[in-house]
């Protein structure tokens, strides 16, 4: 169907929806069923029983494989029995946590989907853009992805960016006319939107006639779905780190086997046992459990209403060291209330708070009624020079749109103006906002076919383009004592922190052209309103914690100066010495003079995104990690220059999304720092499972080491290594991925980005304690053998039990950086019902008779559990204590 070809009318009946209804509820669910999910069709996932064998396609598990099989053939059947086991319980655990990981990223990207505006049954509401049906009828505003492909039915001034489609990055103009012509190409099909482009100026109100693969953007849907997974930089580091171990641990191995069979051991007993340590040694859950540890991370931020959109985020979050926020929704309620007018040369106050539509005026603390001269003008004006709705939802108002429009919209209600009064007028033609123009204007037709351009926007912009103001009932030349007047109404509303409009009006006859240059001129001034965005409650707690974990806030606003330097002191984020830029100033700056300043610096005021992006760049340039928060479609080139980029979730135009890397559901400053504190706690726990991991397998071969060099028997048999490395390793370092943070994690100045995974004496840590480890079990096995060298099982026994036992203290010690004792051992429920868990479990191998023989153990009486305990809690006690004794 040439869609484009078709009038307006045509389109309607054709899909069978008025543009002014919408389609119900039932002609949305038969068509979902015709036409499906309207989405993209992506790669096809991966099938659960081939996500099973990849877990065994890792180099050393498929060794230990070939091991098995030649125990086998040897006839060591219940060895190769019980390795097939271990590595088939290994292989589970892997499955279910990259299923775990999957089911994690899938329910983030359907949290991050793109929403859409759909009017059904006569009301507006919003949706996933996935759920948008053929007929559907849709607004788009600047900043939006265009949700399906759309017949525009109406334009006000909307241009869109198609280069997703065509290469071709200028703006499109869109109308609602139809195109005559045969074969067009989609970037002539003007009065078209198409799914996945972006609206760049203007608003508009579409059809929707094509969805899912039937768009044009389904034709190139393969070159979406092939996108790559890049790791992030800590999985890359990692991924190295494991290269380094495999060789370390297949030398050492070999070392042991060589050693074992110079000394006259059975060659097949050393293979074996030099297989089974070097699977020990390579903590191949080490990728495993990142990936979990992230995904997690990301759930409980999203409990937390923050969106990760990419994984290398969670780590530079605990990097940050500047937080760039927005004002308004961000460290604001986002409510905007007019609390005053200036009309007639006199200030009016307005009583009640956010989007109650209950509320009075006052006039020298005397109530104004509704005749006051032009009061009710006024204020009609502002509701039609205005694109939000004011919508009610179980008793309770709120705001579809900007929430300055929507403040002009309650401030009318409170005067009695209803949607019946805007419903005389008709828009023929709208110059929509944006943050370079600072303003907006309507011309509007009366039902005597009279028309009236009117524009709103900020005073300092309105007030050059004024040449007449409205005073009482007439209207008069506006002089220099009254711009003036006006000027020093604006700076007391600004110390109030109040943000001012301004609002004028021009008559215009339908001679007069519609050109935008001719329009804004030779105002009428009508008068000022005041509003305030209170701040946040929890918003003061957060910027101070922030201070104490060494964050720097600073407040970007396109608000006056005054209002913008009320409500930081306010929330306590402009000290008393603390600078304030406005964006004029930073016209004449360069990048290099304004690093000389920018530290000293807290609010940036009346600034463009322009500016933003400045801003960032100098406190990058000062080394400086810096998080930018945004929502507009200007704001996308500073957010993605930053090192993490913020977008709102509720506000943040689609674009503004897609360039960021984490999502505010909630549009809330105190979610940055939670979001942040929660990056820290990852980054901290992923370290601590390393280093458990890896003291615990350093301990291990270790042991097998020693044992050789001093001629002594295995202390360990394979199958008891391979248990060690399932039951031990697995599911403490899980736990430790869900410890909580620290109570000093916002006490601490961030993390150097350039850190490694083994700084702050990890590494240290991670050797020390492997020795200790170690030594220990070869202590253990040393005892007992010298006293009973007839019973080597015994022997084997005490050592497995205290190889399990000290690294089961070990786990309690990794939770705290410096030592066991700085935290409560019980703080980590998942912990400690982890190692109940391996202890059980090693209960059971050492004392049920059926499987004494499988892993090579016996039975122990009580007076050996007291020097297993006294043995295995050496080296984490002796490390507490040596780290006190220094304090």
């Excluded at 600034?607 to 704001?635: S, Y």
Aim: charged share 25%; aromatic share 6%.
């Amino acid at each position: 169907m040439k869609w484009y070809q078709l009038d307006v009318e045509k389109v309607e009946q054709k899909l069978h929806v008025l543009s002014s209804k919408g389609l119900n509820k039932k002609q949305v669910e038969e068509r979902r069923k015709q036409y499906g999910e309207n989405e993209l069709k992506s790669q096809k996932h991966t099938p659960r029983w081939l996500i099973f064998l990849k877990q065994f396609q890792d180099f050393m598990v498929i060794v230990l494989l070939a091991a098995t099989l030649i125990a086998g053939l040897l006839g060591e059947y219940v060895d190769a029995i019980a390795i097939m086991i271990i590595v088939l319980v290994n292989g589970l655990i892997g499955y279910f946590q990259e299923q775990k990981a999957e089911k994690s990223l899938e329910k983030l990207k359907e949290l991050s989907a793109p929403m859409a505006n759909v009017l059904r049954e006569g009301k507006w509401e919003k949706i996933p853009s996935r759920e948008v049906v053929v007929g559907d009828i849709v607004r788009m505003n600047s900043g939006d992805r265009v949700p399906a492909d759309v017949r525009i039915t109406k334009s006000n001034s909307m241009e869109t960016e198609e280069s997703a489609l065509t290469g071709e990055s200028l703006p499109v103009v869109k109308h609602a006319t139809a195109i005559r012509k045969d074969h067009l190409d989609a970037q002539d099909q003007t009065n078209m939107g198409f799914m996945g482009t972006l609206v760049t100026r203007g608003s508009g109100i579409g059809v929707v006639v094509g969805t899912g693969m039937n768009t044009v953007m389904g034709q190139i849907a393969s070159l979406m779905a092939n996108t790559k997974k890049t790791p992030t930089p800590l999985e890359r580091r990692l991924a190295e780190l494991g290269k380094i171990l495999i060789v370390v641990a297949l030398l050492l191995t070999a070392l042991v086997v060589v050693l074992g069979v110079l000394e006259g051991k059975p060659t097949y007993d050393m293979f074996l046992a030099g297989v089974s340590l070097a699977v020990a040694a390579i903590p191949e859950g080490l990728p495993a459990i990142v990936t979990v540890a992230l995904s997690l991370g990301v759930q409980r931020m999203i409990r937390k209403k923050a969106i990760v959109r990419k994984l290398s985020a969670v780590e530079t979050l605990g990097t940050a060291s500047v937080i760039c926020s927005d004002k308004t929704g961000t460290m604001t309620e986002n409510q905007m209330t007019v609390k005053e007018l200036f009309l007639n040369g006199k200030h009016i106050y307005v009583s009640g708070d956010g989007y109650d539509i209950h509320g009075d005026f006052f006039l020298n603390n005397k109530k104004v009624e509704t005749d006051y001269p032009n009061l009710r003008k006024m204020l009609l004006y502002g509701t039609l020079c205005n694109n939000s709705s004011l919508m009610v939802k179980k008793g309770k108002y709120f705001i579809d749109g900007d929430p300055t429009d929507g403040a002009l919209l309650v401030a009318a209600r409170k005067i009695g103006l209803k949607p019946i009064d805007e419903e005389k007028f008709k828009i023929i033609k709208e110059i929509p906002f944006d943050s370079d123009r600072k303003r907006m204007s309507v011309i509007v037709e009366d039902e005597n076919g009279k028309r009236l351009l009117i524009t709103k926007g900020a005073p300092d912009v309105l007030l050059p383009r004024t040449s007449f103001q409205l005073k009482d009932k007439n209207r008069e030349v506006l002089k220099k004592e009254d711009k003036v007047k006006i000027e020093m109404a604006i700076k007391d509303m600004a110390n109030n922190a109040l943000r001012t409009i301004a609002i004028g009006i021009r008559p215009l006859t339908t001679k007069d052209t519609l050109d935008d240059a001719f329009l804004e001129k030779e105002l009428t001034f009508i008068g000022l309103y005041g509003m305030i965005d209170p701040p946040r409650k929890e918003v003061k707690a957060a910027i101070e914690e922030c201070r104490q974990a060494g964050i720097k806030t600073v407040m970007i606003t396109g608000d006056h100066v005054n209002t913008a330097s009320a409500i930081a002191r306010n929330l306590n984020l402009l000290p008393e010495n603390g600078l304030v830029l406005e964006g004029h100033q930073l016209n004449q700056m360069s990048v290099e003079e304004l690093e000389d300043i920018i530290d000293d610096t807290y609010v940036f005021a009346r600034v463009t995104p322009e500016h933003k992006l400045k801003i960032v760049k100098a406190f990058q340039e000062k080394g400086h990690i810096v998080a930018m928060t945004g929502d507009g479609v200007n704001d996308a080139p500073a957010i993605k220059a930053s090192d993490i980029g913020i977008s709102m979730g509720i506000n943040g135009t689609d674009v503004t999304k897609e360039a960021s890397s984490l999502v505010l559901m909630d549009d809330n400053f105190a979610t940055i720092k939670s979001a942040i504190k929660e990056g820290r706690n990852i980054y901290e726990n992923i370290r601590k499972f390393i280093r458990y991991l890896l003291a615990s397998n350093v301990g291990e071969i270790l042991v097998m080491l020693f044992a050789m060099l001093l001629a002594l028997p295995l202390p360990l048999v394979p199958v008891q290594i391979l248990w060690v490395n399932l039951v031990t390793d697995g599911l403490p370092a899980m736990a430790l991925g869900l410890d909580k943070a620290e109570e000093n994690a916002m006490k601490q100045p961030p993390r150097n980005p350039k850190e490694g995974v083994f700084s702050r004496g990890l590494g240290f840590k991670i050797i020390s304690r492997g020795i200790l480890i170690g030594l220990v079990t070869l202590i253990a096995f040393m005892v007992t053998y010298q006293n009973t060298p007839e019973n080597l099982v015994y022997a084997q026994t005490v050592a497995f039990t205290t190889l399990v036992m000290a690294q089961l203290i070990h786990v309690f010690d990794c939770r705290a950086e410096n030592s066991i004792f700085d935290r409560n051992p019980f703080g980590n429920i998942y912990l400690v019902v982890a190692v109940l868990s391996s202890i059980l479990l090693l209960l059971v191998v050492i004392y049920w008779e059926p499987l004494q023989p499988i892993f090579h153990t016996t039975s122990l009486p009580l007076k050996d559990w007291l020097l297993i305990g006294a043995l295995s809690a050496i080296p984490t006690v002796l490390f507490a204590f040596k780290r006190s004794n220094k304090e």
